[in-house]
């Protein structure tokens, strides 16, 4: 069963920011890009392997 991550406001604005450092700290979107894709990949791993992650309070 896979579930759905829901991101807050809080989450996407500091995903932005991340992606936003590293382009303009190399000049290029190329590792923004790549990074994101690694983020939703690893994201829906735990989406569907519900196991894989560690429980938080």
Request: proline share 0%; no cysteine; glycine share 4%.
């Amino acid at each position: 069963m896979a579930l759905k991550i829901i991101w807050t406001e809080n989450a996407e604005t500091h995903l932005e920011a991340i992606l936003s450092y590293w382009s303009e700290r190399n000049g290029s979107i190329l590792y923004s890009q790549t990074l994101y894709k690694m983020f939703q990949k690893e994201l829906d791993v735990l989406t569907r392997y519900l196991e894989t992650g560690k429980a938080s309070s």
